[in-house]
Nanobody, 126 residues
Framework: QVQLVESGGGSVQSGGSLRLSCVAS????????MAWFRQSPGKEREGVAI???????AYADSVRGRFVISRDDAKNIVYLQMNSLKPEDTAMYYC????????????????????WGQGTQVTVSS
C-alpha cells in the first residue's frame, strides 16, 4: 500500500525558508517519479516541482530559482527546499508519486500522478 506522509510546513515571514519532507513507503520508491503540488483555497491544485527517478527535475515558472526538489533514495524521502518565500506561496503542499514518467508537456499535471499524501500547510505572511 502506497503511503506518502508530508511534514515541515508552518508559518514564516516573507523572504524566509522552509524545507518540506515526504516519507514514502509501500512501493519501489527509487523507480518512481516524485513531485510536489500545492493548492490554495478556491484554486486548482498546481504542480510546483518534479523529480524523475533518473534525477531529471522540472519546476513551475513561479518557483524556479527559489525552490529546489531533491530525493534521498536510501531513506525514501523527497524534499522541497523553499527559499525567498512570498505570500503567494501560501498553500497546502502535497507530495505525489507515480511509477510512470509523465508525458512531455504533462510533467506538472495533476492527472500524471496516481498517489498522493495528505498535505502540509505553508503560510507566508507579508
Amino acid at each position: 500500500q502506497v503511503q506518502l506522509v508530508e511534514s515541515g510546513g508552518g508559518s514564516v515571514q516573507s523572504g524566509g525558508s522552509l524545507r518540506l519532507s515526504c516519507v514514502a513507503s509501500g512501493f519501489r520508491y527509487s523507480s518512481y517519479c516524485m513531485a510536489w503540488f500545492r493548492q490554495s483555497p478556491g484554486k486548482e491544485r498546481e504542480g510546483v516541482a518534479i523529480m524523475d527517478a533518473d534525477g531529471t527535475r522540472a519546476y513551475a515558472d513561479s518557483v524556479r530559482g527559489r525552490f529546489v526538489i531533491s530525493r534521498d533514495d536510501a531513506k525514501n524521502i523527497v524534499y522541497l527546499q523553499m527559499n525567498s518565500l512570498k505570500p503567494e506561496d501560501t498553500a497546502m503542499y502535497y507530495c505525489a508519486a507515480d511509477p510512470q514518467r509523465p508525458r512531455d508537456g504533462y510533467w506538472l499535471d495533476v492527472d500524471s500522478f496516481q498517489d498522493w499524501g495528505q498535505g502540509t500547510q505553508v503560510t507566508v505572511s507579508s
